[in-house]
């Protein structure tokens, strides 16, 4: 399993994380020797084992009523940035054109 | 060839995908309240602001909202289903994924029952999962220039995701099903369903083929339709642009459009959303949900009647015709409001016609739910009385109704107080008859010289000089004495 | 800490005298050539106010809370609602959390004083403390040395006596481990025991809090203390929480005692197989019946940890997006420019490095090759202790870490060399079981711990056998190091 530099740079898009030319060359170096070195897991005989998954026990489900963990600061004061009670977000045209009005996108 | 390819009937493969909020006091993974239109970022805690450490726990109520749903779609609820986190990056999305379900889904199958013209015969369309989840926040992109601004409040809000099988087959059945779907989920009261506000949202995969064709061919998603007639116009249009790259010999690229309800086009969302790769695990955070047989059980017995059900059986015990159990049974509130006169007037068919056709009219008139009008259905039973028992006209009787809305007077009353009681003393009707006719001897003339038409229009005359209060009856027997004279 | 209790209660010692003479030994181990740097930030007025309060219901003779006036230190990752949580990253540097762990309200509930936060792997992610914003934290013993991690700030100001006990959090060992490597005990309880609200996450699945103390006993108290069922944590059990300190004596006598031979490579450290083994025989001499057992999957433990706990890690870091709190990129001018950039600033390398190795592992096309093999492994692993549970093994003992505390910067660059300190630590929590470290000698000067393991919810029995091994070896090399 190689990881190639152009892949390094597809994920890096999905982990939404900018490198340097510097960190991309190391980040490819890097991931390609934990990767070869994860390679020992292919050893074990997986056969017919299920994957860990959630956990079965579940607690007490939670009734619906509103009361939250209230919060003891005011969010302005934890926010980068803050405008008459939004957050607010640099908005460039040729970047973020497709933000439709209003998310749909779930 | 191409020739009798291009004269091909085409139709359209539609599924959709509909959201619903379901109508909860909290969110599905925490105690904030929810309400729409509380001032921006006022109704959220550690846990829908995404903060790091804090961690979803499940809403029941939630849960057992989508159970009823799920079992009135006659859809297979799970006993044990799995949340999932889908990863995207998105301003109003504050963990950097949602929490959903994915290959273990809450329920899976299951189907709605479309009419057809003929009342017993029916369009079965399959759905095929039904999942919760939560809302994202509102990224608002016109609210400060040259900025996103973005309200959590929304955030966390449990949602109902239903997705369909690709069975409609034209942009005016997709809207029946989501009609018939709000139906539903409105009488089980697990949602608003309301698309202004948001509280019902659908996004729909179109593609087209030769009419007949099994083929699935490439689709395309259209989003962001935020109305019923929205949604059969993007649909249609989608479909004829398809249709004519398909004509055109062109193939269709799979993407997604937008739907701009402003200038009633679609455009497609730029490519990047193509490579959305959402990279689904399982939520560590939460357990599996478990769901016991007891639970379904007593799900299954909250189940209400159904609106085709409750039709059908209008049609049976009250012997009503098939258009008049439909709107009857349109809300679960109308039907009830409809069985509640029925059950006091003891005279269905007149119940029937008097809240279908005045009842409503005047709720629609006001741009109100029936329920909002203020008058009890005993009251309005007790008005049908006295028509039928002759004490008040028709026509009298309307206006009666309209002063009682919001009043909580009874028919009586406003009778009394208004004066409105009907006069059927032949004395005083002998009088305005007379008086009618002399002031229109023309008229008289020709009634006696055979114009026997002319009657509605006596009838007309009496009853605006007795301000509708003349007994139909009576003025027609007095009419007709004093007109057939000298004949 | 008994002790101290006592003298806090006969009012021999003051709370607020206490706390004074803590900021000033934490201020002292800063102020050196090579500074311990355990902590990076420490309590203000608030924390002064709690100290006179706690003062004056002394003095009034009310009832106070079992951990009442003790100083602790708590890992920079669990949020206290007064201080600044870090999580040792610059993406988080200034962040301090309108909200309050479970855990630090069930600790100041007790009466406990959090005088401060200690230093951490950025984000837990790491084995020696070298991976942090504020920089490396040294161990006490010897200030060349890492005092492991990613717990290293809590061990370190145990180890250095400049706290009574601490929290850390044990993802794969990163309690465990410092434990081992600054001469301390540190356990991690069963996955549910202890509440993770308030906990900066970043392997959901494999993530526990746990109490970093200088005995056994100690750890018990603060465990009674945090463990318990949590309305605001899903994965908690709700399970009954019995009172570990009054188990802790009974001795060993026909426990069972099972020594995994995976655990024992030839490679491993002559010194620390020695010391292992002497520990065995106390165990066994002290009544315990001792047998070899085979854990068979131990040698895939690392890789499958690291692709289970890497796709947790790279969805649980997602929020630190620059849009809510913590950093933004100064001058980022898109949405899209926010996240790259701040995210790109405000991580370390190895935080980038598992971030993109496990958006890789959950990525289209390659789930199952690499997250789905992690947790099939991990079951697989889960079922090599269960089924020596039910051959009536009732604890497993092992080394805690295969070396002792390495100099710092010696791993910085090897990745995989760095993984492999966790080597015995992070079975315990891929199969979810409880494990306790305990220091069982030193090698060159050096403090090795050795580590027990116990069926689910059985900190009990853990504990016991812990309790009595540490006993039995009373005097011999449990001095604290400043």
């Known amino acids: 399993m190689r990881i190639s530099r152009s892949e390094l740079e597809r994920i890096a898009e999905l982990a939404s994380l900018e490198l340097s030319e510097e960190e991309a060359e190391r980040l490819t170096r890097d991931c390609q020797a934990i990767l070869e070195y994860f390679e020992i897991v292919r050893g074990a005989d997986t056969g017919d084992a299920a994957p860990a998954g959630p956990l079965e026990h579940a607690g007490p489900p939670r009734e619906d009523s509103a009361d939250c963990d209230p919060l003891r600061r005011r969010l302005d004061e934890i926010a980068p940035a803050w405008r008459e009670g939004y957050f607010v977000l640099p908005r460039l045209p040729a970047m973020d054109a497709d933000i439709p009005a209003e998310s749909d996108d779930v | 060839m191409f020739a009798s390819r291009k004269s091909l009937d085409y139709e359209s493969v539609i599924g959709l995908e509909i959201h619903v909020q379901l109508k909860t006091r909290s969110k599905m993974f925490c105690g904030c309240r929810v309400e729409f239109g509380a001032p921006p970022n006022t109704l959220v805690c550690p846990v829908c602001l995404g903060l790091p450490g804090a961690l979803p726990v499940v809403n029941e109520r939630a849960v057992e909202l989508a159970v009823l749903a799920a079992l009135a779609l006659s859809s297979q609820v799970n006993l044990r289903s799995v949340f999932a986190r889908k990863n995207y990056f998105y301003p109003d999305l504050p963990k950097g994924y949602q929490i959903s379900q994915y290959d273990r889904p809450l329920a899976t199958g299951g189907w709605l029952d479309l009419p057809g013209e003929d009342e017993r015969e029916s369009t079965r369309l399959r759905i095929r999962r039904l999942h919760v989840e939560e809302d994202s926040g509102k990224s608002l992109h016109d609210r400060f220039p040259g900025q996103t601004a973005i309200d959590l409040n929304r955030a966390g809000v449990p949602l109902l995701e239903i997705v369909t099988e690709p069975d409609l087959r034209s942009p005016a059945q997709a809207r029946a099903f989501l009609g018939g779907l709000k139906q539903i989920l409105e009488y089980l009261e697990v949602s608003d369903c309301n698309m202004e506000e948001g509280s019902l949202r659908v996004d729909a995969n179109v593609s087209v083929r030769p009419a007949g064709s099994e083929e699935l061919p490439t689709k395309t998603e259209v989003k962001n339709m935020n109305s019923f007639s929205q949604l059969e116009k993007a649909l249609e249009h989608e479909a004829a642009r398809h249709k004519a790259i398909l004509m055109s010999g062109g193939e269709i690229e799979r993407q997604t459009m937008l739907w701009d309800p402003a200038r009633s086009q679609a455009r497609p969302m730029r490519g990047k959303e193509e490579v959305h790769d959402y990279r689904y695990f399982p939520e560590p955070d939460l357990p599996a949900l478990q769901l016991s047989d007891e639970v379904i059980a007593r799900a299954t017995a909250r189940l209400p009647e159904l609106p085709r059900e409750k039709a059908l059986r209008f049609m049976t015990e009250y012997n009503l015709p098939a258009y008049d159990a439909e709107v009857l049974s349109a809300t679960r509130e109308l039907a009830d409001y409809f069985e509640a006169v029925a059950r006091v007037t003891a005279n269905p068919k007149l119940a029937s016609n008097w809240v279908m056709v005045e009842v409503l009219a005047v709720a629609n008139e006001l741009g109100v739910r029936i329920g909002e009008l203020g008058i009890e259905p005993a009251r309005v039973a007790g008005l049908i009385t006295m028509v039928s028992g002759g004490t008040l006209s028709h026509g009298l009787a309307r206006q009666v109704l309209r002063e009682m809305v919001g009043s909580g007077k009874t028919a009586e009353q406003v009778i009394e107080e208004e004066n409105l009681s009907q006069v059927s003393d032949s004395a005083t009707i002998e009088g305005w008859v007379a008086e009618v006719m002399a002031g229109n001897p023309r008229e008289v003339e020709r009634y006696r010289s055979g114009e026997d038409k002319l009657l509605a229009f006596f009838i007309g005359q009496v009853m605006r000089k007795s301000q509708g209060k003349a007994d139909p009856d009576r003025l027609r027997e007095v009419l007709r004495e004093a007109l057939g004279e000298n004949r | ?222 465990l009674n203390v945090i463990a318990g069922g949590d309305h605001f944590d899903s994965t908690t059990a709700h399970v009954p929480v019995p009172d570990f300190t009054g188990l802790l004596e009974g001795g060993v006598e026909g426990l069972v005692v099972g020594v995994p031979r995976e655990y024992f490579p030839n490679d491993l450290d002559s010194g620390i197989a020695a010391l292992c083994e002497t520990a065995v025989e106390r165990l066994e001499r002290m009544g315990a019946e001792v047998r070899e057992i085979s854990l068979p999957n131990t040698v895939y433990a690392v890789p499958a940890y690291y692709l289970v706990a890497n796709a947790e890690a790279s969805s649980n870091l997602a929020r630190y997006d620059g849009v809510r709190y913590g950093l933004r990129a100064p001058g980022a001018r898109s949405t899209a420019a926010v996240y790259r950039e701040t995210r790109g600033m405000g991580f370390g390398s190895e935080v980038k490095r598992r971030i993109m190795l496990g958006t890789y592992g959950l990525s289209a096309g390659y789930y199952d090759e690499y997250y789905g093999c992690g947790q099939r492994v991990r079951r697989m692993i889960a079922d090599d202790f269960e089924r020596a549970f039910a051959k009536g093994v009732d604890v497993v003992f092992t080394p805690t870490a295969p070396t002792v505390a390495f100099r ?75």
């Open chain 3, 408 to 482: 710092l910067g010696e791993r910085v660059d090897d990745p995989v060399q760095m993984y492999l300190s966790d080597v015995f630590t992070v079975t315990a929590n891929l199969a979810r079981t409880p494990a306790i470290s305990i220091p069982i000698g030193r090698v060159e000067g050096l403090p090795v711990g050795g580590q027990f393991v116990a069926r689910h919810f059985e900190e009990s029995t853990m504990l016991r056998a812990a309790y009595t091994l540490e006993a039995s070896m009373a005097g011999e090399s449990l001095e604290s190091r400043a």
């Open chain 3, 1 to 222: 800490m008994e002790e101290l209790h006592e003298r806090l209660r006969s009012r021999a010692v003051r709370a607020e005298d206490l706390l004074q003479a803590t900021m000033k030994a934490i201020a002292e181990s800063d102020a050196q050539d090579a500074p311990l740097n355990a902590f990076i930030s420490l309590g203000g007025e608030e924390l002064a106010g709690q100290a006179a309060a706690l003062d004056r219901a002394l003095d009034n003779g009310d009832e106070v809370g079992p951990l009442a006036g003790i100083p602790i230190a708590v890992k920079d990752n669990i949020c206290t609602g007064d201080m600044p949580t870090t999580c040792g990253s610059r993406i988080l540097e200034k962040f301090v959390a309108p909200y309050e762990a479970t855990v630090i309200r069930r600790l100041r509930a007790a009466g406990a004083l959090i005088v401060g936060k200690t230093n951490l792997d950025e984000f837990a992610m790491g084995s020696s403390t070298e991976n942090s914003a504020f920089g490396p934290t040294r161990n006490p013993w010897n200030r060349e040395r890492v005092p492991g991690g990613s717990s290293g700030g809590s061990a370190a100001a145990v180890a250095a006596d400049l706290v009574t006990l601490a929290l850390g959090s044990d993802t794969g060992g990163s309690v465990r481990q410092p434990a081992s490597f600054c001469g301390v005990v540190g356990l991690k309880p069963t996955y549910g025991r202890v509440s993770r609200y308030g906990l900066m996450a970043f392997a959901s699945s494999l993530d526990q809090i746990g109490p970093l103390a200088r005995t056994v006993k100690d750890a018990a108290s603060m």
